[in-house]
């Protein structure tokens, strides 16, 4: 039992590795430009969502993002009004990371690692990246696979097994399970990830997943809060309007979970593409819904943590 923990520990923290090795190789080549992207077009709520999904898309990472939406808060770089746009649009474009590994990559991870690897060793600034990439990528595909072979041998350890069901059972539980899961991790794609290869052993139904995956887009919150610790009263607004957004959404789709479910089962056959699809579904609606009413918004959280700053 102890060595199948020992690996489950190793391919978590292989997914972790690939992903930041992945995000380093696309920010190193862009260099300072995102940034610059990010300030240039978030004037309108719309722009900055479209440009937290892009750029989210490039890294790989809404928490990367939301760290760096912060940082240019705080410096007074863009007001906290306009980061929100960006946040709506970063959970937007988180997505992409698991209608990726949601496929079957498998057969990608030879190549993926044996063009990584020599790119890795060289002295081209644009070819260290694009190794960075590849290898980044091989490695989240080797430990989604990792975790398809563990999920059911893990699942037959009774007491595994009777938190696993326990969780299958109720909604709440898998929701919290998410939260602290994806706080613990730091990564909300990663908990997607290992929710996606127990669904494909038949161990969580699709409600369950789902309601992993909510919990999992409150518990990545932790990374850009305590990246405001510290800071001025907008960056620690900024923080505060990535959980509210993740934590509005969940209350209005949580109790619809099952009816949500069903829908979803429409969209595609096999289990983690129907959980794919649905973090899609869930943000775009989620973003959709808020994006006109930004404004607003901003002005219920200046009043609900009492910021009296006139310059907000």
Same mark, same amino acid.
């Given at each position: 039992? !102890?060595? @199948?923990?020992?690996?489950?520990?190793?391919?978590?923290? @292989?997914?972790?590795?690939?992903?930041?090795?992945?995000?380093?190789?696309?920010?190193?080549?862009?260099?300072?430009?995102?940034?610059?992207?990010?300030?240039?077009?978030?004037?309108?709520?719309?722009?900055?969502?479209?440009?937290?999904?892009?750029?989210?898309?490039?890294?790989?990472?809404?928490?990367?993002?939301?760290?760096?939406?912060?940082?240019?808060?705080?410096?007074?770089?863009?007001?906290?009004?306009?980061?929100?746009?960006?946040?709506?649009?970063?959970?937007?474009?988180?997505?992409?990371?698991?209608?990726?590994?949601?496929?079957?990559?498998?057969?990608?991870?030879? *190549?993926?690692?044996?063009?990584?690897? *020599?790119?890795?060793?060289?002295?081209?600034?644009?070819?260290?990246?694009? !190794?960075?990439?590849?290898?980044?990528?091989?490695?989240?595909?080797?430990?989604?696979?990792?975790?398809?072979?563990?999920?059911?041998?893990?699942?037959?350890?009774?007491?595994?097994?009777?938190?696993?069901?326990?969780?299958?059972?109720?909604?709440?539980?898998?929701?919290?399970?998410?939260?602290?899961?994806?706080?613990?991790?730091?990564?909300?794609?990663?908990?997607?990830?290992?929710?996606?290869?127990?669904?494909?052993?038949?161990?969580?139904?699709?409600?369950?997943?789902?309601?992993?995956? @909510?919990?999992?887009?409150? !518990?990545?919150?932790?990374?850009?809060?305590?990246?405001?610790?510290?800071?001025?009263?907008?960056?620690?607004?900024?923080?505060?309007?990535?959980?509210?957004?993740?934590?509005?959404?969940?209350?209005?789709?949580?109790?619809? @979970?099952?009816?949500?479910? &069903?829908?979803?089962?429409?969209?595609?056959?096999?289990?983690?593409?129907?959980?794919?699809?649905?973090?899609?579904?869930?943000?775009?609606?989620?973003?959709?819904?808020?994006?006109?009413?930004? &404004?607003?918004?901003?002005?219920?959280?200046?009043?609900?943590?009492?910021?009296? &700053? *006139?310059?907000?």
């Amino acid at each position: 039992m !102890g060595e @199948l923990f020992s690996l489950f520990a190793i391919y978590v923290a @292989l997914f972790l590795f690939g992903m930041t090795v992945m995000r380093q190789g696309l920010l190193n080549m862009q260099g300072r430009s995102l940034s610059a992207w990010l300030v240039r077009f978030v004037d309108r709520p719309y722009k900055g969502l479209l440009m937290g999904a892009v750029v989210t898309g490039l890294l790989q990472s809404s928490s990367a993002v939301m760290v760096m939406t912060v940082g240019l808060v705080a410096a007074r770089v863009i007001s906290f009004r306009h980061s929100i746009g960006i946040m709506l649009g970063a959970n937007i474009g988180t997505c992409l990371t698991l209608e990726i590994v949601a496929m079957n990559t498998t057969w990608l991870i030879v *190549p993926l690692l044996v063009i990584g690897v *020599p790119l890795l060793m060289t002295r081209n600034h644009i070819l260290f990246c694009i !190794g960075c990439f590849s290898f980044g990528l091989g490695s989240i595909f080797v430990a989604m696979h990792g975790f398809e072979t563990l999920a059911y041998p893990l699942s037959s350890i009774a007491s595994v097994y009777d938190w696993l069901t326990g969780t299958d059972e109720k909604s709440t539980l898998a929701l919290l399970a998410g939260i602290v899961l994806s706080g613990v991790i730091q990564s909300s794609s990663a908990v997607s990830a290992i929710t996606m290869s127990f669904m494909n052993e038949q161990i969580f139904s699709l409600p369950t997943g789902i309601a992993i995956m @909510l919990g999992a887009n409150i !518990g990545t919150c932790i990374t850009a809060w305590l990246a405001s610790i510290g800071g001025s009263v907008e960056s620690r607004l900024t923080a505060y309007a990535h959980i509210w957004i993740n934590v509005i959404g969940v209350i209005v789709f949580f109790p619809f @979970l099952h009816v949500f479910s &069903d829908l979803l089962r429409l969209t595609a056959e096999t289990p983690a593409v129907q959980l794919a699809h649905a973090a899609t579904v869930f943000n775009i609606i989620s973003s959709a819904v808020l994006l006109p009413f930004t &404004d607003r918004f901003a002005g219920f959280l200046i009043w609900i943590h009492r910021i009296r &700053d *006139p310059r907000i």
